[in-house]
């Protein structure tokens, strides 16, 4: 018999902000590679909505629930009936996050902390949280979602803030794959160049898109969310298991320009 070394059967998977967008598409592919599921996400809704239908379509079990991953209150108490509930916890994505465009000069601290808080904070939050259960365990995967503009600034858009927690989440999973080795824990990150999600959308449809983003994209389009369901189950499995604290761009090539 062969060995499938991208096998998720019977592991245990939380996704934050996993309701829509990348973070559902990522979901979907881990509970096909057979892994359980577990979504947080603000929106509770669409998270029993989406793990409902995961649970028909892929025979998975699945659990929602509502979390800010702001809060670490919330986020202890998920991470806590999820183990309660399975026993452990193998794979934890940081994939919420949100985007302001607004210039430097402009741009209210408030708005600021918004981003950093969600983005940054955020992931660092459900990095120590599900790293404390890991550390007990002796093994994880945690993967962040980062983003490409992590590595290079977006034009011609304004968002300083965005770019910062990005870059941020790429050296915080760095550290943290350093600091965690020794418990057998991996950290890394995906980070997606533009992917058609609600957070892209509209402005996918203008000119502006065109005349840059797609323009500047030697594939000249935008990502579908399905496209990082290979990524995510690499660094989620055994067919990474000597990979930490790397970064996955997934970019149709706009950062090679
Ligand atoms: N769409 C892109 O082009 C793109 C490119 C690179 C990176 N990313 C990153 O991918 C991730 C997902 O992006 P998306 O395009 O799917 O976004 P999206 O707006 O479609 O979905 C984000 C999800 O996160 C949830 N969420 C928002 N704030 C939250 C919070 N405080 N706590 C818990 N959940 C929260 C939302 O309810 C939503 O379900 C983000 O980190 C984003 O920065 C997106």
């Not at 592991?11 to 947080?40: H, R």
């Not at 916890?89 to 465009?101: E, P, S």
């Not at 918004?114 to 093994?139: D, P, S």
């Not at 995510?232 to 320009?257: P, R």
Request: aromatic share 6%; proline share 2%; net charge negative.
């Amino acid at each position: 018999m062969h060995e499938n070394i991208f096998d998720l059967s019977g592991k245990v998977a939380v996704v934050t902000g996993g309701a829509q967008g990348l973070g559902l598409a990522m979901g979907q592919a881990l509970a096909n590679a057979g892994a359980n599921l577990v979504i947080m996400d603000i929106n509770l809704e669409k998270s029993k909505l989406e793990t409902e239908k995961i649970r028909t379509e892929y025979g998975v079990e699945t659990l929602a629930f509502q979390a800010d991953v702001r809060k670490q209150k919330e986020v202890e108490e998920v991470v806590t009936r999820v183990t309660e509930h399975f026993g452990k916890l193998d794979i934890f994505v940081n994939n919420a996050g949100i985007c302001k465009h607004i210039k430097a000069e402009e741009m209210s601290l408030e708005d600021w902390q918004e981003v950093i808080g969600i983005n940054l904070t955020g992931v660092f939050i459900g990095c120590q949280v599900a790293g404390r259960q890991m550390i007990k365990q002796g093994y994880g995967s945690i993967i962040n979602i980062a983003s490409m503009s992590g590595s290079i600034v977006n034009i011609p858009q304004p968002q300083c803030s965005y770019n910062a927690s990005k870059a941020g989440v790429m050296h915080l999973t760095k550290s943290l794959a350093s600091e965690w080795a020794a418990h057998n824990i991996r950290v890394n990150s995906i980070s997606p160049g533009y992917m058609k999600t609600a957070m892209t959308a509209e402005t996918l449809k203008t000119d502006m898109a065109k005349n840059y983003w797609l323009h500047l994209t030697p594939m000249r389009r935008p990502g579908l969310p399905h496209e990082l369901g290979g990524a995510v189950v690499y660094l989620a499995s055994d067919a990474s298991s000597f990979v930490t604290g790397a970064d996955l761009i997934i970019d149709g090539g706009y950062t090679v320009w």
